[in-house]
């Protein structure tokens, strides 16, 4: 059994990356043996991140904050707040945009899990695991 808590076991560690957009607080990781990565991330107040996890699948659920995601497959702009989930079960390019004045906070899963270090690429993806 694995357990952890965000503010003792996390934040302040390896595992808590933050970046001038986004802090991702990594809860699991590929080294926890689940097949997939846990993260509590929060994207910064007007912020547009330009993502695509070619590498990965992700499943996000917003759980404080509101703001956008745009699908650059169709055009389609999508309202997020809290509640709101979305799956990127293509691979999908998009914008996240923070954009309605307050930082938004998302449970994010990564399958295959990251190892914890991983920051983006130019094109806005993650590495594949070693």
Not at 2 to 16: E, H, M, S
Not at 43 to 67: F, P, Q, R
Not at 88 to 103: C, R, T
């Amino acid at each position: 059994m694995i357990v952890k808590n965000l503010y003792d076991d996390v934040i302040g560690t390896d595992a808590d990356v933050d970046s001038a957009q986004w802090n991702s607080r990594r809860l699991l990781l590929a080294k926890d043996g689940m097949g997939f990565s846990l993260h509590d991330t929060i994207i910064k107040v007007g912020e547009d991140l330009h993502l695509w996890y070619k590498n990965h699948l992700e499943a996000v659920y917003c759980i404080s904050g509101e703001g956008q995601i745009y699908d650059k497959a169709t055009g389609i702009t999508h309202e997020i707040r809290e509640g709101t989930v979305y799956a990127l079960d293509q691979h999908d390019q998009h914008i996240l945009s923070a954009n309605k004045g307050v930082e938004m906070r998302m449970v994010c899963v990564f399958n295959p899990p990251v190892t914890g270090r991983e920051t983006h690429d130019a094109d806005g993806s993650y590495n594949l695991p070693e």
